[in-house]
């Protein structure tokens, strides 16, 4: 009896604990109830088909999912390796995303990356949908191979974008770009392999100013590898509000960028050809970092430069540089260009304190490269090395050829001291007469040293001439 009890007891007990591990397990699968906008949270940092994949959560997870505020549509995403084997799958999903997500109102983010060369309708249809519901930030990239997506104009004038990237996508400037731009919220853009085309190509070099023109609030620009036409003849970039600008392989003769604001600036070519001739700096009171790398590049000139300004250069076919700022401005060239035919550096310094001049030095070291340097000072103080600051210091420009200096205030009887610190200053260089700042002699150009070259030739020539005759005279 005794023992009977024990079994009982024991499968009783044993239909308990199955009771007890099935009641956990179903509670361990059970989806713990969320708010509506935690479960947006997490489903915005998902691609958009693993957040399809939200209704064999809950019915709550179903009907959010097409209603979350970011939609990321990349075909190229590992993750996304199992559904985008085949263009058709991918097209399909498209299709079937869009007719979901009809029903929202408004969306933050559309990102849609893509072969676009059989999709253009569909994502047209997205970036309707997008522009309808007012988006914040549009990333449009054609991953195709010569396969242009055309951009619709109506992008251009959306108020409510904040930030607008656009890869390997075309612009029609005549159908867009002539007309208003309007994007007075925009923040951010970054253009790539933007190609701009029309019938008449001189009408391609204005977009990208009219571009930028029409974005009061733009702080971040980034163009690369845009094709800008064959007739850009000078790219201008003028900005009050923009901060951050970078460019990279975009061919022009010229580049101005006039941006009072702008604090980093970083240009980058490989391009050895002269497609490149003068980069102009002009009004850029608060820049702090520059990078420049162009081999091509002949002429830059940086004016307002702050102290705070550090610059890089690998320009190693320069042939005229021009600055204009504070002289505690770092300037490093990577490689000393070996052709610097001028370099013409006004200081904005008043005050000769012992920093200054230790500032001076290291900055005029920068372009003992240079066959002449051009110093605009305020006043000869500014050029008057202490002697005993001259026995401790190596001198600048041991290796430059002229040096021309230009004085706000009258020299005064100071010259019996200046002499020797210019001397100092450049021990091999040729002391042109002192001008005043008013006076600068713009008209020498860059190609001095070959007018030279030039007329020594003649002054042969004039030899040989002479020689002719004298033989003619002797034959008579």
């Known amino acids: 009896m005794s023992r009977r009890f024990k079994t009982l007891k024991s499968s009783e007990n044993d239909r308990n604990r199955q009771t007890a591990a099935t009641s956990d397990a179903t509670s361990a699968t059970t989806i713990p109830y969320l708010p509506d906008n935690v479960i947006e949270k997490i489903l915005s940092f998902l691609p958009i088909n693993l957040a399809a994949q939200a209704n064999t959560v809950s019915k709550q997870w179903a009907a959010l999912w097409p209603s979350f505020p970011v939609i990321d549509l990349d075909e190229a995403d590992p993750i996304n390796c199992e559904l985008y084997i085949e263009p058709g799958r991918f097209l399909s999903f498209l299709h079937y995303s869009l007719r979901r997500c009809g029903d929202q109102r408004l969306l933050d983010k559309l990102r849609i990356r893509a072969n676009l060369r059989y999709g253009d309708v569909l994502v047209s249809e997205w970036v309707d949908f997008a522009i309808e519901r007012c ?78 023109s029409g974005c009061p609030s733009l702080e971040q620009l980034s163009i690369k590898k845009c094709k800008l036409g064959y007739s850009t003849m000078e790219l201008e970039i003028s900005s009050y509000s923009l901060k951050s600008l970078e460019i990279m392989h975009c061919h022009s003769m010229n580049f101005e960028v006039k941006a009072k604001n702008l604090e980093s600036f970083t240009f980058y070519s490989d391009c050895t050809c002269p497609n490149h001739n003068t980069m102009y700096l002009w009004e850029c009171d608060n820049l702090k970092h520059v990078d420049i790398s162009c081999a091509g ?134 002391i042109l007469p002192f001008l005043d700042n008013d006076d600068d002699d713009d008209d020498d150009d860059i190609d001095d040293e070959d007018d030279d070259d030039n007329d020594d030739d003649d002054g042969n020539d004039d030899d040989d001439d002479d020689d002719d005759d004298d033989d003619d005279d002797n034959e008579d």
């Not at 490093?332 to 035919?341: C, E, G, N, R």
């Not at 010259?415 to 210019?422: G, W």
């Open 297 to 430: 590049l002949k002429q830059l000139l940086l004016h307002t430069c702050l102290e705070t300004m550090v610059s890089t250069f690998y320009t190693p076919n320069l042939e005229a540089f021009e600055f204009s700022g504070y002289l505690k401005a770092k300037v490093h060239f990577v490689d000393a260009p070996s052709k610097l035919v001028k370099a013409t550096i006004r200081v904005w310094e008043t005050s000769w304190t012992i920093e200054y001049y230790s500032a001076m030095r290291d900055f005029l070291g920068s372009f003992n490269c240079s066959k002449k340097v051009k110093l605009h000072i305020e006043d000869a103080e500014g050029v008057i090395i202490p002697e005993h600051r001259r026995t401790e210091w190596s001198p600048p420009l041991p290796s430059i050829k002229q040096l021309q200096l230009y004085f706000s205030a009258p020299l005064g009887d100071r010259e019996y001291c200046l002499r020797p610190s210019l001397i100092w200053m450049a021990p091999s260089a040729e």
């Open 135 to 212: 988006v914040k930030e549009l990333d449009v990239r054609d991953l195709g191979e010569n396969s242009y997506y055309l951009i619709a104009y109506n992008v251009l004038t959306l108020k409510s974008l904040i930030s607008l990237n656009l890869e390997n996508v075309r612009v029609y400037a005549s159908s867009g770009i002539n007309g208003p731009v309007s994007l007075p919220l925009l923040k951010t853009m970054s253009l790539t392999e933007l190609e701009v085309f029309d019938d008449q190509e001189d009408r391609a070099i204005w977009t990208i100013p009219r571009l930028i």
